[in-house]
């Protein structure tokens, strides 16, 4: 790829962030299966030892000091936002957004913004979607692909969800370009998140007009809902008509705070769809259960949550001198937390390596834990709930195309399936 390079299109940005988080050719869920058998506390930083990709601390950011791989060490420290802090991501990825992304605030302005923010993506709001959400799969994107009885169905995965999120967040939902282009910007600004100094130089620049780009657009929005009353249900409305910190925002709160969650709006839904979509039809007999029974997809969700999360870790900051497991974490000292094990940790679920929509549920980290707990969690479900009806609905007989390479999730961290060839009657 050209440093000279002008712009990616939405997919290019999108495999650069695969690209980015693919990581070393390693059994990830053997190495952790060993570390929690061997060295469940390991010290030292496991990701940057064994997978070679970035976190959200950003390239510059100290080494982590301990490993955690058991479900009870890594519930531990999510659930104590206190002690175990994300103000450190405001310099790595947060460095974008001007300091206002939730994910790397912590304490009381934490609360404030989550407040803030919540309302849209409660299930009494998502809910009232449901059918527009419903009838954008099926119209725009599903019913035209019919006639054709084959398709790559990440072709579908990649662009339905950013659709529904921008729509929901209020952006303009006639003009498909623009927030194609809108999502290029967003995913171009994860994509920046670089170790190799040469990929950083290249996705730097592209991440440079990106975060300009996707200001002005937004706050182009912004101003115009704000002139006409705001008086819609998206996101950009409630949070032009809300207060913050007992007051009103302005248009650059409103604007950045927007950005910040554009990143993740969508483009982990679609590997969500597409592990979901790759589990469920390399198992046949399952696929006919649900197909039969649609009451089982939410259960075929949170099983593959589980057992293939998006995020494989996450990363914590020790507010104080604290010990984890036996090893002492110095005060601002990084923590890693190996979600991927702790999701298949032996001592919490039963037979962890198998994939059963049948078990009895506990208590899993796809979608984090605690007061980070993604935000978005209920969206996606719903996105993906109508994506698998329709599909099933659409696509008689769907399968897997015998003449294509079979669908591979991958990926040290934001695993998911490139692509997952099928056919169908």
């Known amino acids: 790829m050209s440093a000279e390079m002008n712009e990616l299109d939405i997919e290019q940005a999108y495999h650069a962030v695969s690209d980015t988080y693919l990581g070393s050719a390693v059994d990830i869920h053997g190495l952790c299966r060993d570390k929690r058998i061997n060295d469940p506390v390991m010290r030292g930083d496991f990701v940057d030892s064994y997978l070679g990709v970035p976190t959200n601390a950003g390239a510059k950011a100290a080494k982590c000091v301990v490993t955690l791989f058991k479900h009870k060490d890594v519930m531990a420290v999510l659930r104590d936002a206190e002690t175990f802090t994300n103000g450190f991501i405001a310099e790595g990825l947060g ?7 939730v994910l790397a605030m912590d304490g009381e302005q934490h609360r ?26 099926r119209e725009e994107f599903l019913q035209p692909m019919q006639a054709d009885k084959k398709a790559n169905l990440m072709d579908f995965g990649l662009y339905f969800p950013i659709r529904e999120m921008y729509a929901l967040m209020g952006f303009p939902s006639d003009d498909p370009d623009k ?46 809902k704000r002139a006409a009353g705001a008086k819609g249900d998206d996101l950009i409305s409630r949070m032009i008509n809300a207060e913050y910190e007992g ?49 089982l997809i939410g259960k075929l ?37 190996m979600v991927i094990s702790a999701n298949r940790d032996e001592d919490v679920f039963d037979n962890a390596d198998q ?3 049948d078990r009895k549920v506990k208590p899993s980290f796809g979608f984090g834990w605690g007061a980070h707990m993604c935000i978005g969690q209920f969206v996606a479900k719903v996105e993906i709930n109508c994506a698998i009806n329709a599909i099933l609905d659409l696509f008689p007989n769907i399968r897997l195309d015998p003449s294509m390479p079979a669908p591979v999730i991958a990926g040290a961290q934001l695993r998911g399936a490139k692509s997952i060839h099928v056919i169908w009657d």
């Open 112 to 137: 404030r913004t989550r407040a803030l923010l919540q309302p849209v993506f409660m299930p009494e709001t998502v809910n009232k979607w449901r059918p527009e959400i419903d009838r954008v799969i």
């Open 179 to 224: 927030f194609k282009q809108y999502a290029t910007w967003a995913l171009a600004l994860v994509a920046a998140n670089q170790i190799d100094p040469e990929k950083a130089r290249i996705y730097g620049a592209f991440a440079g007009k990106a975060v300009k780009n996707l200001y002005d657009a937004i706050m182009e929005i912004v101003v115009t």
């Open 355 to 357: 994939f059963d929509i």
């Open 301 to 337: 969700i949170d099983e593959t949550v589980r057992y293939e999360p998006v995020a494989t870790f996450k990363v914590r900051q020790a507010s104080r001198d604290v010990e984890v497991g036996g090893v002492l974490v110095p005060k601002g000292g990084l923590v890693q937390c």
């Open 247 to 295: 007051r009103a925002l302005d248009n650059h709160e409103v604007t950045t705070f927007v950005r910040s969650l554009l990143p993740a709006a969508g483009e982990t839904t679609t590997r969500t769809f597409s592990s979901i979509m790759t589990l469920l039809l390399e198992r046949p007999e399952l696929l006919e259960r649900v197909k039969r029974d649609r009451g």
């Open 95 to 101: 460095a974008f957004f001007d300091g206002l992304i």
